[in-house]
């Protein structure tokens, strides 16, 4: 069984984002950049299926700029056998995402595709889905467990009224959550190994998929700031305030 | 131009956010049309012809409508997309699942997730956990939009009597099949809708000093809440959760205890009324959002909390 593990780079989740004076975007120069954390998920799960003896080869993709590489050599050092690299530059949207991955499948027909359930820059949450519709697939978003049958899994989904299951033919998209498991580090050793691996590299155009967006950003700007609130010391004072100047209790 | 709701239901009741979703879709065009898809969902079908902002129902059912899968879902609505220019359904994990198989169907870049509807074509959307709102406008002819439904507020639910049509099943997909849901019971307000939340953290050191939070939830009837690093610590289970990967809440009055406010968990709280946070650490960064900060021991707090509340004479409900 071979898994294609699709991987973003985006702004680590620790920096405090900041909007560009201008409008046209958050700051990104001289920002910390790391995998988008649900998609080390991913990474995980697959390596995890290929260590148990059910997967035979674990490949890991990503669409963006130049330095995007580094989040294909990460899944690399982690136990990913493979990467490849399709180059594109700005905003590419989920669609347009979503139909390079698909020629990517159609090329390396896995039986498996994985990828975190959203990207925590653009919060879109769409890819995995758009990707399924495409191939017309069965989905499996929001995973939090996943059971490997025989030509079937079995996938505890995260839903807001509490856990849904369902089984699904392969191949199949599942979307992970950052429930899933607990992603490991990359032992310097298989960094190192990690450099040999090999990453093909294409372009976006040289698949046929158009990256041009179809949704013009306006404008990007700091949300209202919420006025500074106050210090009480006591139980007592807060309960006071909430009762007779909130009024909220 | 019409816009197509996709109501969420439990083929009984209309799940609450519809009307939210419903106030969303009026303001990008006054003919909204709801969607029913479901398994004996004559009654839902009844209670969205009874919302006054929609103009029609139209239900489609058959029994493998009655989980609401996706892949069920997507090809009946495709179908049925030709005749509007909007499709809009909540951004819940519901519409979250379903709307990009309905859009990548579409040939369309869908619009996630908005919290404002500028025009038909223009809406702003949180990114980066609410740290930056985009404005953003869509050239796609046919326009697939999913609402943050804490941003809108719930239609009126009564007084309408719109017409109700039946549409024609699509083709089951076989591929995936529903097993169970294990939905959590409780006599508590749901945590996405209730009046006041109270939330706790790692701070809180074990599920059974929850119990702490429980008792002061219990008599302010809120719902109770949790920081995703209470949930992977196990202190209690993920749908509670807080935040950028689980729930955006917009309640009265959010009471942050043992939490430090990490960006993820501040994106789902902090466009609550009035915040209230309990923390020890003095430095903590839930204080800057905290209209009111009470810097205690929360093992302290909480009791004498619970104590203060008892000694009030009136408590909202």
């Known amino acids: ?249 | 131009m019409s816009v197509l709701l996709i109501a969420e239901h439990n083929n009984k009741e209309l799940k609450s956010f519809t009307l939210n979703a419903v106030t969303a879709a009026s303001q990008i065009d006054s003919d909204v049309h709801a969607l029913v898809i479901g398994n004996n969902c004559g009654d839902a079908a009844k209670a969205a012809s009874e919302l006054p902002l929609v103009k029609k129902v139209i239900t489609v059912e058959a029994t493998y409508y009655e989980n609401f899968l996706a892949e069920n879902f997507a090809p009946v609505i495709v179908k049925l997309a030709d005749n509007y220019s909007h499709i809009v359904c909540s951004a819940n994990t519901f519409g979250k699942n379903l709307m990009p198989r309905i859009a990548a169907k579409l040939d369309t870049s869908q619009v996630s997730d908005i919290i404002k509807v500028e025009s038909a074509d223009t809406f702003v959307r949180p990114i980066y956990a609410g740290n930056a709102f985009a404005t953003v406008k869509s050239s796609d002819a046919k326009k697939c939009i999913t609402i943050r439904p804490t941003s809108f507020d719930p239609c009126e639910s009564t007084g309408g009597s719109a017409p109700i049509e039946t549409a024609e099943a699509g083709e089951e997909f076989s591929l995936t099949k529903f097993v169970k849901r294990e939905e959590v019971k409780s006599d508590r307000p749901e945590l996405g809708t209730a009046r006041i939340v109270v939330s706790g953290g790692r701070g809180m050191q074990s599920g059974d000093n929850f119990k702490l939070i429980t008792s002061i939830a219990d008599k302010l009837n809120a719902a109770i809440g949790a920081s995703r690093a209470a949930v992977d610590a196990g202190y209690i289970s993920n749908d509670h959760q807080v935040g950028q990967t689980g729930k955006v809440v917009v309640p009265d009055l959010y009471i942050a205890v043992g939490i430090s406010g990490a960006i993820q968990h501040l994106a789902g709280m902090k466009e609550s009324k009035v915040i209230v946070a309990i923390n020890k650490d003095g430095e903590a960064p839930i204080f800057s959002v905290a209209d009111y900060g009470l810097e205690a021991d929360l093992f302290e707090a909480l009791p004498q909390f619970l104590e203060e509340l008892n000694k009030l004479n009136t408590i909202q409900k």
Not at chain 1, 27 to 42: C, G, I, L, R, Y
Not at chain 1, 177 to 195: Q, T
Not at chain 1, 231 to 240: F, G, H, I
């Open chain 1, 1 to 249: 069984m071979k898994i294609l593990v699709a991987v973003k780079r985006v702004i680590d989740y620790n920096v405090q984002i900041r909007v560009k004076e201008d409008g046209t975007g958050v700051v990104t120069d001289n920002v910390k950049m790391s995998t988008n954390p649900p998609d080390d998920n991913a990474i995980e799960e697959a390596v995890k299926i290929k260590e148990s003896g059910k997967a035979t080869e674990v490949i890991a993709v990503t669409v963006g700029e130049e330095k995007a590489q580094e989040t294909v050599r990460k899944a690399l050092a982690v136990g990913a056998d493979r990467g490849i690299h399709v180059k594109a530059e700005g905003i590419i949207e989920p669609i347009a995402v979503s139909k390079i991955l698909q020629k990517i499948v159609e090329k390396e027909k896995p039986d498996l595709v994985f990828m975190g359930k959203q990207a925590i820059d653009d919060d879109c949450n769409q890819t995995g889905q758009m990707l399924s519709a495409l191939l017309n697939w069965p989905q499996a978003t929001f995973a939090s467990k996943i059971e490997v049958k025989d030509g079937k899994l079995e996938v505890i989904r995260e839903i807001d009224e509490g856990l849904e299951t369902i089984e699904i033919n392969t191949p199949a998209i599942v979307t992970c959550d950052l429930r899933l498991n607990e992603p490991r580090y990359a032992s310097l050793p298989n960094i190192m190994k990690a450099k040999k691996k090999p990453i093909e590299q294409m372009n976006a155009s040289d698949l046929g998929v158009d990256t041009a967006p179809k949704i013009q950003q306006i404008k990007v700007e700091e949300p209202p700031k919420r006025k500074a609130g106050i210090k009480v010391s006591s139980v007592a004072e807060l309960v006071q305030k909430l009762k007779n100047e909130a009024k909220v209790i």
